[in-house]
Nanobody, 115 residues
Framework: QVQFVESGGGLVQPGGSLRLSCVAS????????MGWYRQAPGKQRELVAT???????TYTGSLKGRFTISRDNAKNTVYLQLSSLKPEDTAVYYC?????????WGQGTQVTVSS
């Protein structure tokens, strides 16, 4: 049973940046496509970015290039670089496979964008 531990969130002012990390308990090289998801208060989780084992990435178009996903298979880690953050980016951020596996959801890491 793979477990993901997300970290790196926090309180940041609009326009600021954060780097989120997702460390897996098992090798992620066996997971072809990993994703970062987020869930804002009162809303469902949404997919924000994905990356394949080989480094092919996709992003939610509304993010306008502000997020960058990367992975280090040797470190069993997936990263999400957040930049030019806006209040509407406030959410709990999670990592999981794509499609997500219910048992893989971790606690996420809170990102709060506020002045």
């Amino acid at each position: 049973q793979v477990q993901f531990v997300e970290s790196g969130g926090g309180l940041v002012q609009p326009g600021g940046s954060l780097r989120l990390s997702c460390v897996a308990s098992e090798t992620i090289s066996s997971i072809y496509r990993m994703g970062w998801y987020r869930q804002a208060p009162g809303k469902q989780r949404e997919l924000v970015a994905t990356i394949t084992t080989g480094g092919i990435t996709t992003y939610t178009g509304s993010l306008k290039g502000r997020f960058t996903i990367s992975r280090d298979n040797a470190k069993n880690t997936v990263y999400l670089q957040l930049s030019s953050l806006k209040p509407e980016d406030t959410a709990v951020y999670y990592c999981n496979s794509l499609p997500p596996v219910g048992a893989y959801w971790g606690q996420g890491t809170q990102v709060t964008v506020s002045s």
